[in-house]
């Protein structure tokens, strides 16, 4: 939307709007300033306004049901506990300390598959792009070469359908000599699920 069409819209809103269209206006604006930034302040303002709708929701939930558990469903550097790899206090930080603050618990789990199909985004509105991956092939992905070697099909060997799971609870304050992404991985999650392949999920409408 352009500068124009946007103060039109907002004048006919503040003109003749409800509290609905007025926080949908809100929202449009916030958004549409988001994604026209292109450095790290993009990022702090999604997260920020994520954090916002999340409790708006949570606070309305507590009302009715006290003890209700959450459960998210975040992208791995969303879910990731303390700083992330993009140098943010994301959703995963954000539960992990709420948690904490209500004196209960937070299990955080990253799911990673050794083959498989990726869903990115592809344009607002359209499809999920869905695009096969092997994780062996990426080179960011190297540091996962001993976890994963059990879930490609081997000569004489593996089958290539281990499933495993790590407890990287275990592996912390133990002064383990580790690669640098494996020290990260180890604090910013509680478990570490590997699969043999995955498929892309669908969106939640």
Do not use: C
């Amino acid at each position: 939307m352009k500068d124009d069409a946007l103060k039109e819209l907002s004048v006919a809103v503040q003109l003749d709007g409800n509290a609905a269209t007025r926080d949908a206006l809100d929202e449009l604006t916030i958004s549409r300033d988001i994604y026209k930034r292109q450095d790290h302040t993009q990022n702090d303002l999604r997260v920020s306004l994520m954090k916002q709708h999340f409790f708006a929701r949570y606070k309305q939930l507590q009302a009715v049901h006290p003890d209700a558990r959450v459960l998210f469903k975040f992208g791995d550097v969303h879910v990731q506990k303390g700083f992330n790899s993009l140098r943010e206090r994301d959703l995963g930080n954000m539960a992990a300390e709420l948690a904490d603050a209500e004196g209960t618990h937070s299990m955080h789990l990253f799911i990673f598959g050794a083959r498989g199909t990726h869903a990115g985004f592809a344009g607002f509105g359209k499809p999920l792009a869905h695009k096969a991956f092997v994780m062996d092939a990426d080179k960011s992905d190297k540091w996962l070469a001993p976890a994963i070697a059990d879930l490609f099909p081997q000569t004489g060997g593996s089958s290539g359908t281990t499933y495993t799971v790590f407890d990287l609870r275990q592996l912390r304050f133990r002064n383990l000599d580790m690669p640098e992404k494996w020290k990260h991985v180890v604090f910013a999650y509680d478990l570490f699920v590997l699969m043999p392949e995955i498929t892309p999920a669908h969106l939640i409408e």
